[in-house]
């Protein structure tokens, strides 16, 4: 059955109406029907006034709120289904979906983990939908399937994180219903290829379970499953342990959750001594426990209760611990586990100012450094006294992702990739240093037409702002060209360059791509971060507004011809940005946002955007930095907002529905610009589906509506 089969459709003529909001031709926009508002699904408003912290606080579309409600279930499938009909009527979205589906069915892998003779990892074939998680023997190099995803389709199931244990002959993985983060663990006997019908472990999520070096049982994060307890449940992960032909209920509960924690990890070096705990209160401050598993003593705090960003990883009773604390671009110690006291803590590799740390990992006897250089990666190899011994070659304006490997194997493997290059997998000596693609990504499409530029520019503030430029060779800066403007801008992420396949064809069109690395991010380490932090995130919306006005400034792009993208803490961006200037952009993809920021950590709604990133509404001071900007509260009668294309995923446990659901009904009947669209993805979470042909409905869609938008007016 097709995504349109399942919306629930109340009028045919609706639809016709609604199919006026975009173009039929991506040369001929009818100007009179862009005029006229869509007919858009009834939306009644409620009497909500709420007063917070001495302000009063209206809330029109609070009912929108309830997932499970029929009414709320209606609403949605008559604003999915305008949506999809509408973009169904544009020129391009056919062509756009056929090259889409070409380029996104390319065979793909990831980064092999190695564990005893075998080598695991993921392999989509192109004529799949889904990846499988697959090994391969040393001895015959023959590559076996281990766990295929593809049966689980008719559940609407994903297949996420896994690890092997160190001796390769079973591997956990994670089950992910209907996409979701919230996931089931499982562990399969690589020899027999039998999945155990006792070793199945609920309320898991982004689980890496740290194995014995027996490969008996493994340590693992465990969070309530309890629906009453989904807005809270980060807070209350523990660390448990699981012994192999066990049921969960018999798990070891080996740590509480910390008061004020907002996520747990758990690390255990191939030694199985000292089990390590990461307790994240914030993107920003973590602190670090020990726990010698062979005197079975307590836990040990190492950091001392400071509060800045600690990573740990222990090798042969050393621990090396990744800090900010004094130093926001990072810098790692060396510390005895036994006297974990900060006086004795040995510094090997110290801050680099002009290159921030963002990883680092123990492989083949060596310290593997992930840095940044204007956005770009570099990837460092010292010596574990701290001594430098080479920095990897790379291309420029490429990501390099965090090496992988085992601490005492000397192979490495990383994954690297650019705007106009396709992944690809190299195999790196930690030893000597040589290193060689072992496998490169296909894509059907000459990339050598296209070129990425990094520019520079000014933010309100006079801070200065780097950027990406994605185009084709020989391209005119004469304004003409159609501009989509990226952001992200939160949570400690960088936005690296990355390859996309589904960018491709609007790079062909003649499109151009821009990404402006707003405050926010780990660009320019910490300190970059906490610069659009709480109080301050009004800076990453002066920084991407600042972009915007940049490129119309300096003749890339034009007003009408300018779109604004953004995803998840992104999607807050757009909609903060389109509320705040409105006449900036033609057009706006906004996706899956957080959007009420007053009512953002509901119990009820599951959020990762903890009060240390964000605040929290329920302290006075916060509360008033949330409500200056939060986009619901800010959308204003009778303005001529940017056309915009609003998403949300049914299962979506990061961003909670309701906000892209409240954003489009007050965004629809407010607006006297262009059309406000609301597309759900349904049995899907924060991240979408995990099959390539619905991806690429989706981006198609989303690519067909920003084309006849930015196309418009020649």
Request: glycine share 8%; proline share 6%.
């Amino acid at each position: 059955m097709t995504l349109i089969a399942k919306c629930f459709v109340t009028s045919m003529t609706a639809l016709a109406l609604l199919a006026q909001c975009v173009a039929p031709s991506e040369r001929n926009q009818s100007k009179s029907a862009e005029a006229q508002p869509p007919r858009y699904p009834a939306t009644r408003r409620v009497d909500v006034v709420e007063n917070r912290h001495g302000i009063d606080v209206r809330d029109p579309y609070r009912w929108l709120e309830d997932d499970a409600a029929d009414e709320v279930k209606r609403w949605m499938h008559e604003q999915d289904a305008l949506t999809r009909a509408s973009i169904a009527k544009i020129a391009v979205r056919d062509d756009l979906l056929r090259r889409m589906q070409s380029l996104a069915h390319q065979d793909r892998r990831d980064v092999p983990q190695h564990a005893g003779q075998r080598y695991f990892y993921t392999h989509r074939k192109k004529t799949e939908e889904r990846a499988v998680l697959c090994w391969k023997d040393e001895a015959d190099g023959r590559e076996r399937t281990l766990v295929d995803p593809s049966g689980w389709a008719k559940d609407h199931a994903a297949l996420g994180f896994w690890r092997a244990s160190w001796d390769g002959k079973n591997v956990a993985y994670e089950v992910k219903p209907n996409n979701s983060d919230s996931a089931s663990l499982h562990v399969i006997d690589v020899g027999s290829g039998r999945a155990s019908e006792i070793d199945i472990i609920g309320g898991v999520q982004e689980c890496r379970p740290q194995w014995t070096p027996r490969g008996d049982g493994f340590y693992y994060v465990h969070f309530p499953t309890d629906p009453s307890k989904r807005g809270e449940r980060h807070a209350l992960g523990e660390v448990r342990f699981h012994k192999l032909g066990t049921p969960a209920t018999a798990d070891a509960i080996v740590r509480e959750p910390t008061p004020g924690q907002e996520w747990l990890q758990v690390t255990l070096g191939p030694e199985g001594r000292w089990l390590i705990a990461t307790v994240w209160f914030a993107f920003t401050e973590s602190e670090v426990y020990i726990k010698d598993l062979d005197s079975k003593s307590e836990w040990q705090v190492v950091t001392g209760g400071r509060r800045s960003r600690f990573m740990a990883q222990s090798y042969r009773d050393t621990l090396f611990l990744y800090s900010t604390d004094g130093a926001p671009s990072g810098e790692i110690f060396a510390v005895d586990p036994k006297r974990p006291d900060r006086a004795a803590w040995r510094r090997v590799v110290a801050e680099n100012a002009e290159s921030p740390l963002l990883d680092f990992d123990v492989l083949g006897g060596r310290l593997a450094l992930l840095r940044l250089q204007h956005v770009a990666s570099r990837l460092d190899v010292h010596e574990m006294d701290g001594r430098f011994v080479r920095t990897v070659p790379a291309p420029p304006l490429t990501t390099i992702h965090t090496p992988v490997g085992s601490p005492d194997d000397d192979d490495a493997w990383f994954e690297s990739e650019s705007f106009t290059e396709p992944p690809r997998i190299h195999r790196t000596s930690m030893r000597t240093g040589e290193t060689s693609i072992s496998y490169a990504s296909a894509v059907g499409a000459d990339l050598s037409r296209f070129e990425t530029e990094q520019l520079f520019y000014h933010s309100k503030d006079g801070t200065r702002i780097p950027m990406f430029l994605v185009h084709e060779r020989g391209w005119k800066r004469d304004g003409s060209a159609p501009l989509l403007l990226h952001g992200y801008g939160g949570f400690n992420w960088a936005q690296r360059p990355a390859f996309d396949p589904f960018l491709i064809p609007w790079l062909e069109r003649g499109g151009a791509y821009a990404v402006a690395n707003v405050r926010g991010g780990s660009e320019y380490g910490e300190a970059w971060h906490q610069a659009a932090m709480r109080h301050k995130k009004q800076n990453a919306f002066d920084d991407f507004i600042a972009g915007a006005e940049f490129l119309v400034r300096e003749n890339y792009t034009r007003k009408e011809r300018l779109g604004i993208h953004g995803l998840s803490n992104g999607g807050l961006l757009v909609a903060a940005v389109v509320t705040q200037r409105p006449d900036l952009f033609r057009a706006a993809l906004c996706e899956v946002p957080l959007a009420d920021m007053v009512r953002f950590r509901l119990p009820s709604k599951n959020t990762n955007a903890g009060p240390g990133e964000l605040g929290s509404p329920d302290d006075p001071v916060d509360f008033r930095a949330l409500f200056a900007y939060s986009p619901y509260h800010h959308v204003a009668a009778a303005t001529a907002y940017p056309s915009m294309l609003i998403t949300v995923a049914e299962t979506d446990e990061r961003a909670a529905p309701m906000h892209a659901r409240k954003l489009a009904a007050a965004m629809q009947a407010a607006t006297t610009g262009g059309p406000v669209l609301l597309r759900v993805e349904w049995n899907a979470g924060h991240h979408g589906t995990d099959t390539v042909s619905l991806d690429a409905e989706r981006f198609a869609d989303e690519y067909a509506f920003l084309w006849a938008q930015l196309t418009a007016h020649r």
